[in-house]
């Protein structure tokens, strides 16, 4: 009994956690590693434009909301997702033409795009704030649990329960659905087979009619996407917060550049290793020790390794390390 105790609480408290954050790190990684493959730079304005996409979908889903539409047990907020990525790919579509086309055009270094993508993030950070302000903003709506703790216990007879919330569960299929439809698109047809070949060949694609302002819209159309699905999922599964989301730039890269930077697979990947390391790192071990080990045995401090204050450090040390002894990543990089 003792034995199932200690699984349930680790299913609780570390892999249903790590996997709906996983899932969220990874969607956010497809999107840097799809403009880092196909437009050759590092967007440092990624957090935050996940953010703006997050604040559309809640300025929409307050409004559906004050008109009484709902999908309940469902949230709101998945009604006006589309609105959502609709208003960040117009975004995205602008900031491209206004700054990064010029760029394109006259071949900047990629030192280049990443200072103007710096300059776009702050000015991005601004605008969603001065928007909607800096504070925790709650939009979730809906049943809040598919099971919850009580009635877990209640089924099994169990001391542990098993807290299963909806936005956790809606992360993990959502991510599932959208990875699929990704590399479907990718891989079956027309146009994303003309952006892989872009991708590992700019100059040969050209030379084949494929027209490159084509690939780029495209590009920042399915990463407006990916990062407002992976903004609303974090959003409903923690809360929205626009620093936060500035906060999320340095797991979504370390989840990128680990898995191997442009490569797809390596973005899920990594962003599975980055989760599951930062929430095994900071969670408290002693109630799974206790479970597990004789009482003579059994911990009296928290047995915690870091606290959750310091999860982004993780992220952090572990990027370092790939940088130091596996430069391409888990999977080689640099190819969509």
């Known amino acids: 009994m003792d034995l199932l105790n200690a699984i349930v609480a680790l299913l609780n408290f570390v892999v249903i956690p790590a996997m709906a954050y996983g899932s969220q790190l990874a969607l956010g990684a497809l999107g840097v590693t799809l403009i880092y493959g196909i437009l050759r730079f590092s967007n440092f304005a990624h957090g935050d434009s996940m953010a703006f996409g997050a604040m559309v979908t809640i300025l929409v889903t307050w409004w559906f909301q004050s008109m009484g539409l709902s999908i309940d047990p469902l949230p709101t907020a998945l009604l006006a997702l589309p609105f959502g990525i609709v208003g960040t790919a117009l975004m995205l579509l602008a900031t491209d033409r206004v700054v990064y086309r010029f760029y394109r055009r006259v071949k900047a270094k990629p030192i280049v795009f990443v200072m103007a993508s710096m300059g776009v993030m702050f000015i991005m950070n601004g605008v969603v704030r001065f928007i909607i302000g800096p504070d925790d903003q709650q939009f979730g709506d809906g049943a809040r649990f598919i099971i919850s703790a009580r009635d877990f216990k209640t089924m099994t007879g169990l001391e542990e329960g098993l807290a299963f919330k909806t936005s956790q569960g809606l992360t993990i299929v959502t991510a599932v659905i959208v990875v699929a439809a990704l590399f479907w698109f990718l891989n079956k047809t027309r146009t994303g087979k003309s952006m892989r070949a872009f991708s590992d060949n700019e100059d040969l694609a050209l030379l084949s009619g494929i027209n490159p302002e084509r690939v780029v819209m495209i590009t920042w159309i399915i990463v407006a996407g990916l990062i407002t699905i992976a903004g609303v999922l974090y959003g409903l599964d923690k809360t929205f917060k626009p620093f936060t989301y500035f906060q999320l730039l340095l797991p979504i890269f370390a989840s990128a550049i680990v898995g191997g930077l442009g490569n797809p697979l390596g973005a899920i990947a990594g962003g599975f290793v980055i989760a599951f390391s930062e929430v095994a790192v900071t969670y408290a071990w002693k109630k ?21 204050d310091y999860k982004f450090a993780v992220s952090f040390v572990i990027l370092i390390i790939v940088l130091l002894f596996k430069p391409t990543g888990l999977f080689k990089g640099q190819s969509v």
């Open 288 to 308: 799974v020790a206790t479970y597990v080990l004789p009482e003579s045995l059994e911990p009296s401090s928290l047995v915690q390794l870091m606290s959750t």
